[in-house]
T-cell receptor, first 116, second 112 residues
């Protein structure tokens, strides 16, 4: 298994500002995934982050709005830039446990963001 | 492409009632199937999983069987409790760095 720590757990931010969310994993993993869960909705993948390369963004998400860093195999950050109330969501970090077949993805507890 | 469809909620049951939440999927290859649960104000937890056809996943009284012939993975519990009130997500994933694809989620309310 993998234990994921996300910080902050929640925040209230002013529109126009940026927030950086941190994700720390207790083991080395190749790929990390960032998801968004808008209120009352399911989870949508924002991007996939590999160590040492640019993140791969899903349709509808762009690097300027959601820049991602992946400096090593246990850590990643997601920044929500120039925030608006529509960015109010839960943001979740996810990893695949290393060295296992047909394994599930593990999720952090999420960052609950409210933009006012 | 890959997708997951699950029954819409909310589902409201009385304590000790039988629960079924339907889930069907479309996938290329041979994905693993999962049920995740999200309790109020909390993150996502894996409830159970099945990695190949005819596998049955089970946990905390919940069960689901991977049915390839009907492309389904329905969640069942024989007797629900108030503490089971949560949102349940059906999901699929292929190994090797692929993303997890989620259904829309089904909110369950259990009344005492």
């Amino acid at each position: 298994s993998a234990v994921i720590s996300q910080k902050p757990s929640r925040d209230i931010c002013q529109r126009g500002t940026s927030l950086t969310i941190q994700c720390q994993v207790d083991s080395q993993v190749t790929m990390m995934f960032w998801y968004r869960q808008q209120p009352g909705q399911s989870l949508t993948l924002i991007a996939t982050a590999n160590q040492g390369s640019e993140a791969t963004y899903e349709s509808g998400f762009v690097i300027d709005k959601f820049p991602i860093s992946r400096p090593n195999l246990t850590f990643s950050t997601l920044t929500v830039s120039n925030m608006s109330p529509e960015d109010s969501s839960i943001y979740l970090c996810s990893v695949e446990a290393p060295g296992q077949e047909n394994t599930e993805a593990f999720f952090g507890q999420g960052t609950r963001l409210t933009v006012v | 492409g890959n997708s997951v469809t699950q029954m819409e909620g909310p589902v409201t049951l009385s304590e000790e009632a039988f629960l079924t939440i339907n889930c069907t999927y479309t996938a290329t290859g041979y994905p693993s199937l999962f049920w995740y649960v999200q309790y109020p104000g909390e993150g996502l937890q894996l409830l159970l999983k099945a990695t190949k056809a005819d596998d049955k996943g089970s946990n905390k009284g919940f069960e689901a069987t991977y049915r390839k012939e009907t492309t389904s993975f329905h969640l069942e519990k024989g007797s629900v409790q108030v503490s089971d009130s949560a949102v349940y997500f059906c999901a699929l994933r292929r190994t090797g760095g692929f993303k997890t694809i989620f259904g829309a989620g089904t909110r369950l309310f259990v009344k005492a």
